[in-house]
């Protein structure tokens, strides 16, 4: 090969690869504003989404917690300490979900007892209906103890019957609520059950709260709203819960002192979301 050939091809070879570099350099930089446009579009479909403050809850519900800071939460069926013995299918979290209507008249009702140096502590609110089912298998089974903690004396396979045990609960629609009463200056001591559910609570444990003369889900006659032979102060602190629920719309089940469904509104549809935290 002649050396101005020689030439000529190393110049052509130099030209194509600046060419190419050129090219590969203009590729990538193609690819990255791609990239930062793909990522822009996927953070705008997600504020979409979720807006900053927005819930992410379906329309008409609302955390309790929200509304009320004041309110203590002690939701059972997220963690062990229930009549079953575990966290119910549904509940991720231990917060309490309500139709907002149902948590704005929570919140009065905690106004109110504020001045009285008192807090009210929830045990369950909105209840996904796979938790209900979750309930009813439970009772239902065919294996398993008949009597525990929680039912001394009522057979778990006479819960149903009994009303403890709902097929369809009130609870899915975010209209009832579960609850008791403490004093606002005493520091909540961990809830623990300490054998039969209708003991004293000096046996039983107080759960961190006033004494209503049974534990909170004690399905015995004795957790009858207006039963007999209960002590004074435990019937005067059901009279007081029922009296403040009362005025902001909340009547009570009779057969439990802890369980009030909100009428001040029509009732939605049953749920089935999940219980989660923010
Ligand atoms: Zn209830």
Redesign the pocket.
């Known amino acids: 090969m002649s050396r101005p050939a020689r030439e000529t091809r190393w110049r052509r070879e130099g030209r194509d690869k600046a060419d190419s570099t050129f090219r590969e350099r203009r590729l990538t930089q193609r690819r990255s504003r791609i990239r930062l446009q793909e990522a822009l579009l996927a953070s705008a479909l997600v504020s979409v989404a979720v807006p900053s403050g927005a819930s992410d809850l379906p329309d008409g519900f609302v955390r309790v917690k929200e509304v009320s800071p004041a309110i203590r939460e002690d939701i059972r069926y997220a963690g062990a300490d229930n009549f079953v013995g575990r966290p119910l299918s549904g509940y991720e979290a231990g917060v309490c979900i309500l139709r907002t209507e149902a948590a704005r008249a929570l919140a009065r009702v905690q106004e109110s007892l504020a001045a009285k140096g008192l807090v009210l502590v929830v045990y369950?609110c909105y209840r996904p209906k796979r938790a209900v089912a979750d309930m009813l298998r439970w009772a239902q089974a065919s294996s398993g103890p008949r009597f525990g903690p929680f039912h001394p004396t009522t057979d778990r396979r006479s819960l149903v019957s009994q009303g403890y045990v709902a097929v369809r609960?009130l609870?899915s629609t975010g209209l009832?609520?579960?609850l008791g009463l403490a004093r606002l200056d005493a520091l909540r001591a961990p809830v623990r059950l300490r054998g039969d559910c209708t003991a004293p609570v000096e046996i039983r444990g107080d759960e961190g709260a006033l004494d209503f003369g049974t534990a909170f889900d004690c399905f015995d006659r004795r957790s009858s709203t207006y039963a007999r032979g209960l002590p004074t102060e435990a019937a005067a602190n059901r009279r007081q819960l029922i009296k403040a629920m009362a005025e902001q719309g909340f009547a009570n089940?009779p057969r439990?002192w802890?369980?009030f469904s909100y009428g001040g509104s029509g009732r939605g549809p049953a749920q089935d979301f999940t219980v989660v935290g923010r």
């Open positions: 369950d609960s609870h009832a609520v579960d089940y439990e802890w369980h």
